[in-house]
């Protein structure tokens, strides 16, 4: 009689539940900071992105239309401590939707102006 498989034997065998194990995309030198690549992982679509030598991974799509989010514009966060002054407080850590112009900041993956709105 066979044995029955471990839970993690299930899990691996699961559609749909990729998102806890790991994934080689490519070679670190592949991805030097500031870069991204756009992979396929299960069938789905996902952004890697190098900030600052740390990888961040999104589902490129956004939320709110399901627009290629991965493909927008990368661009710093800019606060107001003020009036009339801006300053740059991260760089190149936000990914603007290139449909919507929706923001999101790839370390969290969540929405700029909607905290409830999350890329996973």
Same mark, same amino acid.
């Given at each position: 009689?066979?044995?029955?498989?471990? $839970?993690?034997?299930?899990?691996?065998?699961?559609?749909?539940?990729?998102?806890?194990?790991? =994934?080689? !995309?490519?070679?670190?030198?592949?991805?030097?900071?500031?870069? *991204?690549?756009? !992979?396929?992982?299960?069938?789905?679509? &996902?952004?890697?992105?190098? &900030?600052?030598?740390?990888?961040?991974? #999104?589902?490129?799509?956004?939320? =709110?239309?399901?627009?290629?989010?991965? =493909?927008?514009?990368? *661009?710093?966060?800019?606060?107001?401590?003020? $009036?009339?002054?801006?300053? *740059?407080? *991260?760089?190149?850590? &936000? #990914?603007?939707?290139?449909? =919507?112009?929706?923001?999101?900041? $790839?370390?969290?993956?969540?929405?700029?102006?909607?905290?409830?709105?999350?890329?996973?």
């Amino acid at each position: 009689m066979a044995s029955k498989p471990t $839970v993690e034997e299930r899990a691996q065998r699961a559609p749909g539940r990729s998102a806890n194990r790991r =994934h080689v !995309v490519a070679p670190a030198a592949e991805l030097p900071p500031g870069a *991204r690549k756009i !992979v396929s992982v299960d069938g789905r679509e &996902i952004g890697v992105f190098n &900030i600052g030598g740390d990888y961040y991974a #999104l589902r490129n799509t956004c939320p =709110h239309r399901g627009a290629p989010l991965c =493909h927008g514009r990368l *661009r710093p966060l800019m606060v107001a401590p003020g $009036v009339y002054q801006l300053d *740059r407080e *991260r760089e190149a850590e &936000i #990914l603007k939707c290139p449909w =919507h112009q929706w923001e999101f900041d $790839v370390k969290t993956g969540r929405a700029l102006y909607d905290d409830t709105m999350r890329v996973r």
